[in-house]
């Protein structure tokens, strides 16, 4: 059953367009990756599939019960992010906010599942560590455990591996192909499509702007 079903989308800003035709359908336990070269607008369209910008046309049907607030998201950072003066479990625990609901602090339940998600990123031994004093990769890991504190059905990244070097790239790869592996759903933003067919079993390439082609789907 298709956890996530686009049809004829379009996307941009102000009720322009920056790309349309959009169709794809994606199920549970898919890896499933958008790939395009910088600028093409995978990043509107990921908004866009999050609610954070409305469709300029088109459906996006959520199915198999899922809600948008179960989809943890991985966005690129920023140059002020990378030097954000909070400790690793603060940011890590800062994922669990959607399910405060009314209440102003974080439940026990809450505090051990930042745990557990550091501990799953390898990040204990620096889980009091201010995160700007981290490097590039383990900021990701940390930003990534932030993520699963608030899914875990789907997970969404924007160029996850942007900015690392090879070693950390790699191992960045193995540590969401093992996510998926254990049944969440991978949906990630990438313009690295050697990298991607290793892992994905669903791609859908994004045309460059002013090119001829239409976006499609590619199932590995």
Do not use: W
């Not at 009720?15 to 035709?21: F, K």
């Not at 999050?50 to 948008?68: F, Q």
């Not at 690793?88 to 102003?104: D, M, P």
């Amino acid at each position: 059953m298709a956890i996530l079903t686009v049809r004829n989308l379009a996307v941009g800003y102000d009720r322009r367009s920056v790309l349309e035709n959009i169709d794809f359908e994606i199920s549970a336990g898919d890896y499933f990756c958008i790939v395009g070269e910088n600028g093409s607008g995978k990043t509107t369209l990921m908004k866009t599939i999050l609610g954070l910008i409305s469709p300029v046309s088109g459906m996006i049907e959520y199915g198999d019960n899922l809600e948008r607030k179960q989809i943890g998201y991985l966005p690129q950072q920023t140059d002020a992010q990378r030097d954000f003066p909070a400790s690793v479990y603060e940011i890590v625990l800062s994922g669990c906010q959607n399910g405060l609901g009314n209440r102003f602090f974080y439940s026990s339940k809450q505090k051990a599942l930042a745990l557990k998600q550091i501990d799953k990123m390898g990040l204990t031994n620096l889980k009091n560590r201010c995160y700007r004093e981290l490097s590039g990769g383990q900021q990701q890991r940390v930003l990534l455990a932030r993520a699963l504190c608030a899914t875990s059905r789907v997970l969404l990244l924007d160029e996850p591996v942007s900015g690392l070097d090879p070693q950390m790239t790699e191992e960045m790869y193995q540590l969401i192909h093992g996510l998926n592996e254990e049944g969440l759903t991978i949906i990630m933003i990438s313009h690295d499509l050697d990298n991607v067919k290793k892992y994905a079993n669903k791609i859908y390439g994004v045309p460059s702007e002013g090119s001829n082609q239409e976006g499609g789907m590619q199932v590995c």
